[in-house]
């Protein structure tokens, strides 16, 4: 396997900080915020041969109720800002040499196709043009992707985050949908924790189609401190045969992730949590591969 850290978890962290961390803990790689506007390229490609390590992936992100973002909206004009930004992070991850983009297909902490929508045919109206409309922008964004040679690997949420992609069945139906090669699977063992009854399964399903995998334990902190058997996923893995990245992305203790990353009395889960991770991981490839 090849170990990255979502750099998105450390805030506002200068990078040549978290690629120190990185190297320190013998990390392969990082995945980079898709905030195309906040890094140089140039910058990050001389930060990746000083340290020897590869952008390996590219977090696309999704914020709501800041909706510029969401490839779902009934707003064809948002929709519109949406792809072009997914068309920015593709650039992006050519110019820093990252395989890939991960994309969830509506807002995240958006539940409901729409605020408003209430009773349950309404609902599930709002909710199959969701979809619809999720479906054409990722297609249109994915002729992009398949002109760069980057995927688009589409990421299942929990329903308490997202209302639209929460399985992996669900994320492999929407990739069938939109029928494109540049477009893939992304799996999280947080989420999978929380929608897929069996996560290992979910892994078995993806198949060949996974080309990225989120890390952090039940509870979102570092791999051993929750309950995930993170043995059977590593099993399933290597029963695929995959060989990309493991990105990990533990959290502190706190319901909100986005407030947690900004507290300095948490920093120093940072390098405890890199640390114990990867030597966890490390110890059970070695022990099943």
């Not at 297909?105 to 709002?126: C, F, H, I, Q, Y």
């Not at 059977?232 to 493991?246: K, S």
């Not at 706190?254 to 889960?269: E, G, K, N, Q």
Request: aromatic share 8%.
């Amino acid at each position: 396997m090849r170990y990255s850290i979502s750099n998105w978890i450390y805030g506002g962290e200068p990078l040549e900080l978290t690629f120190q961390r990185l190297r320190r803990f013998g990390y392969d790689g990082v995945e980079l915020m898709g905030e195309p506007d906040q890094y140089d390229p140039a910058d990050v490609r001389g930060l990746c041969g000083r340290h020897g390590l590869s952008v390996l992936s590219i977090a696309g992100m999704y914020p709501w109720p800041t909706d510029s973002r969401d490839l779902a909206s009934p707003d064809p004009l948002v929709r519109g800002r949406a792809v072009r930004y997914l068309e920015a992070c593709v650039e992006f991850a050519s110019a820093v040499g990252a395989p890939l983009v991960i994309v969830v297909p509506s807002a995240v902490a958006k539940t409901a196709p729409t605020m408003e929508l209430r009773d349950e045919v309404a609902w599930m109206e709002g909710y199959d043009q969701a979809w619809r409309n999720a479906v054409a922008a990722v297609r249109e964004a994915a002729r992009a992707a398949k002109a760069k040679g980057v995927f688009l690997a589409i990421e299942p949420i929990n329903r308490y985050e997202t209302f639209l992609v929460n399985t992996c069945e669900q994320a492999l139906r929407f990739a069938d949908e939109v029928g494109s090669s540049a477009v893939a699977v992304h799996l999280d063992t947080f989420h999978m924790n929380i929608e897929d009854a069996d996560p290992a399964s979910a892994v078995r399903l993806a198949g060949k189609r996974l080309v990225n995998v989120h890390i952090s334990d039940s509870n979102r902190q570092a791999v051993g401190r929750g309950h995930t058997d993170f043995r059977a996923l590593m099993r399933a893995l290597r029963e695929i045969g995959y060989d990309r990245a493991l990105a990990l992305e533990p959290l502190p203790p706190l319901p909100d992730p986005y407030i947690a990353i900004r507290m300095s009395r948490l920093r120093h889960l940072w390098d405890s949590f890199a640390e114990e991770s990867i030597q966890r991981l490390r110890a059970i490839e070695a022990e099943i591969f």
